[in-house]
């Protein structure tokens, strides 16, 4: 196991996990929070309080394995209902969950944060809104690297609209902070990722034929990221 710990600025942290996925601590006056738990770390919670004495409380933008290594550490947490499935079923998951929903704001203390809905990813994924730091906490679903769209909870004509639905705040961030690959990224990634998937939709791009985790599926390299789907039937 190892990680990294590197401040972004005085009141907020990413710790790289392996160098496979990155999660985040957050300060306000009042409280911490930590997005997402890791994947291979199984101490988050230890690695937050080295880092602040404020209480600290967990919230996941979505339930996949590699954002909830340390979540056992935790009473409960933050997420979206309609990951429940995802977390409990597919994962395996255990411990109960504080529901967030679209439009919801967490204060730390003086620091607001707006949960945003952006499902497809998977059913539950969500983006917080950093009002006061004009940032954007992605999660999976916008980055420069391998999106993971394969699999029976991932549906592409949700993640555009999604990323459509994101048109409506982007006069209310500057900057984003992704789970995976570079970091940060930048607002015109979104348009970027939305015209692509709209392309492999459409046919217009050819994907290369891949396995992973024993699946069949289709890699399509657009430039800006890489989407990992199952084939698209387009006849």
């Avoid at 738990?37 to 409380?57: C, R, W, Y």
């Avoid at 990951?83 to 504080?98: H, L, R, V, W």
């Avoid at 707006?114 to 980055?143: M, V, Y």
């Amino acid at each position: 196991m190892s990680y990294e710990i590197i401040q972004i600025n005085n009141d907020a942290w990413r710790i790289e996990d392996n160098a496979r996925v990155r999660f985040f601590l957050l300060t306000g006056e009042k409280e911490a929070l930590l997005i997402d738990s890791g994947m291979e770390v199984h101490n988050a919670k230890e690695i937050a309080e080295e880092l602040t004495d404020l209480p600290i409380k967990l919230l996941i933008t979505h339930a996949d394995r590699d954002h909830i290594g340390s979540n056992h550490e935790f009473d409960s947490f933050y997420m979206h209902p309609s990951e429940a499935s995802n977390y409990y079923n597919s994962q395996k998951g255990k411990g109960e969950f504080t529901p967030v929903e679209d439009g919801d704001v967490l204060d730390l203390g003086n620091r607001p944060l707006e949960i945003i809905s952006i499902p497809g990813h998977t059913p539950g994924s969500i983006a917080i809104l950093d009002i006061s730091h004009r940032a954007l906490i992605s999660g999976d679903p916008i980055q420069d690297g391998s999106i993971f769209m394969f699999g029976v909870q991932r549906e592409m004509h949700a993640y555009l609209k999604s990323l459509k639905k994101l048109d409506r705040y982007k006069d209310r961030f500057d900057v984003i902070y992704p789970s995976h690959a570079s970091f940060p990224v930048y607002p015109d990634l979104i348009d970027q990722l939305y015209e692509a998937g709209e392309r492999i939709l459409q046919g217009k791009i050819q994907g290369e034929s891949r396995d992973m985790f024993s699946h069949a599926i289709c890699a399509y390299d657009v430039g800006a990221a890489t989407f990992l789907m199952d084939p698209v039937n387009n006849d």
